[in-house]
């Protein structure tokens, strides 16, 4: 295992020593004192397993393809972002704009996220535990975001292919969303996906948010939809 | 950019190390904001009393300012303490009269004399330059209290002196202060309508607005928190705000959460700040800290 600790070493040396650690094949990397400083471990393209003892600045994990992150306490704005595959993990809360525009893989928040979770989702999987703020989901692509607890305004706002599940109180959908009733497979979707990454969370019932299609194509006549949503 | 931070103690300790907390959060923020820092602290006093401090006038007038200013300000009230450090007078007297009324005797001393901050528990210290330079000048390390906030700026607008640096006092309402990180997109039409009422602005910098509109409000009937939640709707552009006076500390964020702002309570404090590094400095033990959300105001009192 390699170990790194963060005291009295700037940004570009931890991230550096990451990389060199990656390179010489350590599948297991822990760094500590991790005092919630900014873009650490991004761009790591391995399968390796990286472990954060602490909280996390913002950008932590960004632009990742294949790597298991874990941060023990919460990260700031813009986790995971752009990421491409792997999976990353928070035990806290994180910052705006968590898992935006991320392509692929799986982003776990099991407090909160704040505002802006996952816009403009390409592909993926994000999974809230707790809460989160407004325009979740805006103008997501591809992928699916669950939160288990409340979401704020604006939610699932101008989306295209995204599916979200809510499963408490939603604060108002975003243009263009519409609820529906999820599938028996989404279902077992959702029991199993709870089950492999947050065994101990229990929702009975989660919510379908899916975009209605209306803003996909401009027609002359819906021109009252598209004032509302521009 | 700009580093805001702040410490309140909920155990009920009026001599708490706020100047100490505070200090070690702006430092880890000072990357945020180099040009100027500042602190508001909040403090016990003697009953009666109302502390002033007071920024001077430039270079060569401070020692002649200073002699005037103590000898007008005891022609209002009682004068216990009187000292000058850098451009600073600070002073405590025993006033019970009109704030405003203290105001416009002592700033009528002489020109550039301006009471940054004024009253029954509040002290701003405030210059250009890093927190660790304002504590090596005015040694706020040591100053203790109930809660405070301080400031890190980076200057985008306005000039870079101590006038414009933060926190702000809000002038003529004692201990109502202000640090703020954003841009407040309709501080003309709001200095212009403050303007026409005879308020008095000392600065072109957007973030003096929001102490006068709250100390507005509050002249109007709302309490604390109503002026906070009420600043959601009347104050546009991008803000994350925290404002204390004697009893009351709190934040509020704009409504698209443009600006970061995190906080932290367990028993025994609150703790807030633009960035978590800040409260890593600042504080020990076991912490749960949350992102606040889109128009959150929160609100603890004393």
Redesign the interface.
Known sequence: MGAINCDGRTIREINSEIKRLVADGEKNIVVKNTAARHNLGVAIVKPVKLRFEGSVGYYCAGMIDGPTVEVTGSAGWGLAESMLNGTVIVRGSAGNAAAATIRGGTVVIHGDAAARLAVALKGGLVLVGGNCGYMAGFMAQKGTLIVCGDVGAAFGDSMYEAVCFVGGKIGELGNDAVIEKPTEQEEAFLRDTLKSHMPKKTVLKFKKVVAGRKLWNFSKQERAVWKEAL | MCGIAGYFDKTGNDSAAIGAVVLKMLEALGARGPDSAGVALYGGRAKGEMVLRIKVGENGSVAKNATRLVAEARKLGKVSKSATTAEYLRLALKYQGDPKELERRLESVAAGVEIVSMGRRLEIVKQVGSPQNLDATYGIAKLTGTHGIGHTRLCTESKVDLSHSQPFWAHGCPDLAVVHNGHITNYHKLRRLYEQRGHKFYTENDSEVIGMYLADQMARGLNFRQALEASLKDLDGSFSYLAADGEHFGFAKDV??FK?L?FTETDKFVAVAT???A???GLTGDY????????EVRVWER
Do not use: C, M, W, Y
Request: hydrophobic residues 50%; negative net charge.
């Open positions: 698209f959460a970061p995190l960035e978590e590094v409260l890593h400095a749960h800290v949350r992102e606040a959300q889109a128009g």
